[in-house]
């Protein structure tokens, strides 16, 4: 079996024992000897005798928690030799020894229960128990604490896997996500077994590090760890090439700034993957038709780069423009931009007087999405866009919002589409995306129905209505 180093320098409670491992908190031991209970005996007389019945609880089935009462347990802490332990409580949920590991009667106990219900415990070997083990009425400031692997013997339980709090918190300073964040004080380690794997040596631990000294949270995670060779290997989940939230560091600065040139992010460039940073990256993610789950791994970041650098064609309309050609762009400058994406318009039309507003304006039709200009500001000008047929648009355009071809009014509720009738009748909007005047393919009824298919609808000057 695998034996694991156990560093004691620094240590974590884990949270599924706390409110059993300080000073005031931990049970008293308990003893499993038969117990004694007098009752009345039933007879006539007005004088009864007592009658004395002795019960002896039941032998503890092999590789339950119970168990460890039946034999003597190593101490995998403190290397204190092996212990008698006994049940701690009368639910028989911890157990407890009752001689101290560093001398001090009443003072650092051995006391351990089983690892969290959630956990997924595989391998085994016949008889063998895993525990979470710490020290009680301690006195450490953060007590000791491991997983361990108990393996009978002749006469005795060994551990033979010990996963410690120091160990676990000296491996993650080998990542590059903890290493940015690790602290130069104490840390205080605390993880949720996932997985515990005995065949191949794999522990999946959900972890969470506080910095003693500043009283604060740096770390929270997912980690995956290698324990088969007798050393633990780590790795956090962001060590898979993916960001996440919770991660900090230069590849996180790098990213936001990325974000920041294509347009989605607008915070300070503080390296930290905090609410707005994984709001930015479901914002690309939506617009680009990839999977929108906030984090951003090799096909997001790849997809990221090209956009910034200009290697690919593909190019997003929104309430700010298309692309990287913004509403308010010179009208020289703004057609030639757009012919370069798209082409040689289908139709041209302009420059014309508006009756309506007497405005000068000027419009290009690449398929079905049209490009305005006009001179509304005083210089003419890039001003506006509208989808003629949703069904038919350049093959490298993307709406922003997500919207596809084959969406349907039901898909547009949920992004937050508003439907509303006036005098130019059946029409729908949706406020944050600066999408107006957009209208159904075919009359529908109020409401309409989820699968009402849409035509058109604009933004800017696409989505004016003159007159």
């Known amino acids: 079996m695998r034996r ?50 002795t019960t002896t ?54 006391a351990m229960s089983a690892v969290e219900s959630e956990a997924v415990v595989t391998g085994l070997d016949v008889g063998q128990v895993v525990v979470r083990v710490w020290l009680a009425f301690t006195s ?28 676990l918190e000296a491996a993650l300073r080998g990542t590059t996500d903890y290493a940015a964040v690790a602290p130069a004080g104490e840390p205080q380690l605390v993880f949720t077994v996932l997985t515990l794997d005995m065949v191949t040596g794999l522990l999946i631990a959900r ?37 996440r939230p919770g991660d900090a560091g230069e590849a996180v600065e790098a990213l936001q700034e990325d974000l920041k040139t294509a347009g989605y992010f607008y915070g300070a460039l ?34 990221l780069s090209d956009v910034v650098t200009g ?3 593909l190019v997003v309309a929104s309430k700010n423009g298309v692309g990287t050609t913004k509403f308010g762009t010179g009208f020289d400058a703004a057609r030639a931009a757009l012919i370069g994406a798209f082409g040689t318009p289908d139709t041209e039309f302009g420059w014309y007087q508006d009756a309506c507003d007497g405005k000068d304006w000027y419009y290009a039709t690449w398929d079905g999405f049209t ?33 596809r071809s084959t969406w349907r009014w039901g898909e547009l509720q949920a992004i937050g589409a508003e439907f509303f009738s006036d005098y130019l009748g059946d029409r729908w909007r949706i406020s944050a995306l600066g999408y107006t005047n957009g209208r159904f393919a075919t009359k529908v009824s109020d409401p309409p129905s989820p699968d009402a298919r849409i035509k058109s609808f604009g933004t800017g000057t696409g989505g004016f209505e003159s007159c």
């Open 207 to 243: 972890v969470t590090v506080r910095d003693i000294d500043a009283g604060q949270t740096v770390y929270e995670g997912e980690i995956s760890c290698d324990f088969s060779a007798g050393l633990l290997e780590c790795v956090t989940l962001t060590d898979d090439g993916v960001l």
């Open 4 to 53: 694991l180093t156990s560093l004691m320098a620094f240590s974590m409670l884990a949270a599924v024992v706390a409110t059993g491992c300080g000073d005031d908190a931990a049970p008293s031991a308990s003893t499993t000897a038969p117990t004694t209970t007098t009752t009345i005996a039933e007879t006539s007389t007005t004088s009864p005798e007592p009658v004395t019945t």
């Open 371 to 403: 490009a305005f200009f006009t001179d509304r500001t005083g210089a003419r000008r890039f001003d506006g866009w509208h989808v003629d047929d949703l069904s038919d648009l350049p093959a490298n355009l993307l709406i922003a919002g997500g919207i």
């Open 140 to 167: 450490f400031d953060v007590p000791p604490s491991a997983v361990v692997v108990y393996t009978p013997g002749p006469g005795r339980f060994e551990a033979t896997t010990v996963i410690d709090d120091v160990s």
């Open 311 to 313: 290697k690919t064609s």
């Open 57 to 110: 609880p039941p032998v503890p089935e092999p590789g339950t928690l119970g168990s460890l009462t039946t034999m003597e347990v190593e101490d995998p802490l403190m290397g204190s030799g092996f212990h008698d332990l006994a049940w701690a409580d009368d639910a028989l949920t911890f157990l407890s020894s009752s001689r101290p590991t560093t001398g001090v009667e009443g003072e650092d106990l051995i």
């Open 270 to 303: 503080d390296g930290k993957y905090g609410p707005k940073t994984e709001a930015a990256v479901r914002a690309f993610q939506t617009d680009y038709l990839l999977a929108a789950d906030g984090r951003a791994g090799p096909v997001t970041m790849g997809l």
